[in-house]
């Protein structure tokens, strides 16, 4: 069943992603990053776990949506929670700006570590300050320690369990008119079926989450928002207060 995730995208047209793909995606795609790409499916095809995990990188153009992103908020101070091999990761740090910054937080050093030659080779390195440890220990040290209301742009890509704690806290760290942006909250079309026909092992834990995460998100006041149906579900949220 993990083997059917890569194909579960919400685009159900397959010539027509294809189209995407050829046309805009992969002639824009960075050298480096398609490299690490192909690194990635390669390591992580070994089993059904495995498998899955390699799903677990952005689609080539909703990366370049959040590289778009980035550049037109001339963001200079983010971060990325939730990294595993670094491909949205290197794909942020070559937006940034030289002097800009990423706080890249993610427990699997191992995953990170295949993508790091390509970070270096790259020359984006010293953009990224890697820490290896689980989010909440950071992100409340971070807030106090004084950095609320400093990141202009924050992506999340880890536990959908833990999105509304994630929002809570990635809120108080984002300036007003600053990002946040929350991977797979779409949840390659899961979120739109009933709860008891979604039948994938991979899907159905998480589902129900990223329901209740989505249905707070559109009734929170303190944002506007939007779900782009990019990837398997992207949703970008500005703070207003």
Known sequence: MADDLP??????NKALQQYIYQTSAYPK????????REATV??????????????????????QLLSMLVKMMNAKKTMEIGVFTGYSLL??????????????????????E??????KKAGIEHKINFIPSDAF????????????????????????NDYLKFHELSLKLVKIGGTIAYDNTLWYGSVAQPEDEV???ILRP??????EFNSFIAADPRIESTIVSVGDGLTLCRRLC
């Open 7 to 12: 194909n579960m995208r919400i685009l159900k």
């Open 29 to 36: 795609e960075h050298k480096l990053l398609k490299e690490l």
């Open 42 to 63: 390669e390591k992580y095809k070994q089993n059904v776990y495995t498998c899955s995990r390699s799903a677990m990188n952005l689609t080539i153009d909703e990366a």
């Open 91 to 112: 794909t942020t740090a070559l937006a940034l700006p030289e002097d800009g910054k990423i706080l890249a937080i993610d427990p699997d050093k191992e995953a990170y």
């Open 114 to 119: 295949l993508g790091l030659p390509y970070i």
């Open 137 to 160: 220990p950071v992100l409340n040290d971070l807030i106090n320690s004084g950095e609320e209301g400093t990141f202009d742009f924050i992506f999340v890509d880890a536990g959908m």
């Open 199 to 201: 039948k994938n092992e």
């Open 206 to 211: 998480f589902r129900n989450a990223i329901v």
